[in-house]
């Protein structure tokens, strides 16, 4: 992962990204199209909704420290997982459900920034 050296424009990309997620909510129609309940890490990062947000606010990120979008996502896929062990889920289901994680993300990024 790309190191960053200045922790105030970490910080600014970081506000950037994260009101950049909440714009996409705001685009996406009304009806729940994914999981709403932040309690249920797994079924939460898994849902469209939030796949779709996370995604912006990480492209959001790379594009601004221009490191590789797999590289951004490295920090959220990090804070999932330290969520997923608060919530007392054993190494094995962590394992499991990150796979799960990383592959719909990755699949959805490829499709919506093909680049």
């Known amino acids: 992962m790309k190191e960053i050296k200045n922790g105030n424009i970490l910080l600014a990309s970081e506000i ?6 909440e714009i996409e909510h705001l685009s ?3 009806e729940m199209k994914g999981y709403k309940d932040p309690s249920d890490v797994v079924n939460y990062y898994l849902s469209d909704d939030e796949v779709d947000a996370h995604l912006v606010q990480y492209h959001r990120i790379a594009k601004y420290h221009r490191m590789p979008l797999e590289d951004s996502l490295d920090y959220l896929f990090d804070s999932i997982q330290q969520a997923m062990a608060a919530q007392g889920s054993s190494e ?11 592959e ?7 499709e919506r920034f093909p680049k």
């Open 104 to 110: 719909k993300y990755i699949q959805r990024a490829k």
């Open 92 to 102: 094995d289901e962590i394992e499991t459900n990150m796979e799960k994680i990383k």
């Open 28 to 30: 996406q129609s009304i």
């Open 16 to 21: 950037k990204g994260a009101v950049r997620h």
